[in-house]
């Protein structure tokens, strides 16, 4: 069963798009300065990457948006828990 789970997450579609000579050739500028196996892995990092700052911005936008709602007595509640923190783990790293 995992050799399946493994074989569904590693499977590709070929798909073909039409791009810009502009994109084209940074995308295989970019392979030649990487090395990397194929424009189409350059691309594949490209799309992650821009997806997983979506996600991040998305993360970033929700917290936001949470303390934004808080009314001002909670959000001096949890100003009052992280000064506690702070105290209390004064050697822990901060993200």
Do not use: C, H
């Not at 000579?21 to 490209?46: G, H, N």
């Amino acid at each position: 069963m995992i050799n399946q789970t493994i074989g569904k997450a590693d499977r590709k579609a070929k798909k073909s798009y039409t791009l810009s000579p502009e994109s084209v050739e940074f995308l295989e500028a970019t392979r030649k300065e990487r090395r990397a196996a194929s424009t189409s892995s350059v691309l594949e990092e490209i799309l992650q990457r821009v997806r997983r700052e979506n996600e991040q911005a998305a993360i970033e936008r929700a917290v936001a948006d949470y303390y934004t709602s808080l009314s001002n007595k909670e959000a001096a509640e949890q100003t009052e828990w992280g000064d506690f923190a702070e105290r209390e783990f004064p050697d822990q790293e901060r993200v």
